[in-house]
Nanobody, 125 residues
């Protein structure tokens, strides 16, 4: 099992930036894919971005493409989500997740095995 701890959330004005981090422990970090998801009040958890074990394959949701960047440091056992040009509709609880069964990333929440507790991102207009 992989333990994941997110950090970096906060309150930011529209157009601003935040960088989320997710530190992992347990398992062999460089062997599994990782993803970021978010959930707004009253809505289902949705895919944001995912990255392969090596970092060479990346997927984004259309809603964040061109604004968000996912990256990982296998030396630091950490995955990041750089969020630029934030919009009020980006307000949500952001989770990172590990897909221990695959090196290539997927996009559905049910395909991920381990989850962090989440970090809140609030974008004011």
């Amino acid at each position: 099992q992989v333990q994941l701890v997110e950090s970096g959330g906060g309150l930011v004005q529209a157009g601003g930036s935040l960088r989320l981090s997710c530190a992992a422990s347990g398992g062999t970090f460089s062997t599994y894919a990782l993803g970021w998801f978010r959930q707004a009040p009253g809505k289902e958890r949705e895919f944001v971005a995912s990255v392969s074990a090596s970092g060479g394959v990346i997927y984004y949701a259309d809603s964040v493409k061109g604004r968000f960047t996912i990256s990982r440091s296998n030396a630091k056992n950490t995955v990041y989500l750089q969020m630029n040009s934030l919009k009020p509709e980006d307000t949500a609880l952001y989770y990172c997740a590990a897909d221990r069964d695959r090196k290539i990333p997927r996009r559905e929440p049910y395909e991920f095995d381990d989850w962090g507790q989440g970090t809140q991102v609030t974008v004011s207009s």
